[in-house]
């Protein structure tokens, strides 16, 4: 199959590349070892979630897909409180000071890749998914790039997009290297109710044993 445009790795970043495609003049594959996120039956929390500035929820606003997230849960962030470890030291800034609705949104990973998921594999005619699909050899040449699939499957293109995450193998196959560096530190991700609303502030302690970053309490 020739594609103006392979993408490869399915997670935010390559699939909200491919949505904001569809519809386009561009053949459009998209390759990624997981199946399509869908949502849960029950009304579990996903403990993976991220903070989305406003002009990243502007973004995906005009492919139409912010508006199909469930907004009960979607935290928008309207303050943030930052505490130094000696007790005095203290920054606190909002959205109003700088002029905006809020300062971001706190949204869940899953409840992002199923709206992106949905609208690449329903009437996305110049779209087309492979998923699940893992890559298996990818070459260069003078008229783009050839990638085939473990299933025996070739893809041609004119461009690849390497989106499959911090230890990609598209880059180490192009023979780009990269400098790592520790951090020497763990981090904790959990979902809690609390007792007291939280007024939609963020809250971030600098302590000299490690950051402790209260984003979104489930209420």
Known sequence: ???????IGGGLVGSSLAASLKGSHLTVALIDTSVPTTLPNDASWDNRVYT??????????SLGLWQQLDASRVTPVYE?????DDGVAEIDFGAYESGLPELAFVAENRQLQAVLWDALLNNSQNITVYSPAKCAAISWHDSGVSVSLADGRAIQAGLVVAADGVNSWVREQAGITVERHRYEQIGVVANF?????????????FRRDGVLWLVRVLI
């Open 1 to 7: 199959m020739k594609f103006d445009i392979v993408i």
């Open 52 to 61: 989305i500035s406003p002009g990243s929820a502007d973004f995906l606003r």
């Open 193 to 205: 109710s609390a007792e007291l609303a939280h007024h939609n502030i963020a809250y971030q302690w």
């Open 80 to 84: 943030m409180n930052v505490f130094g």
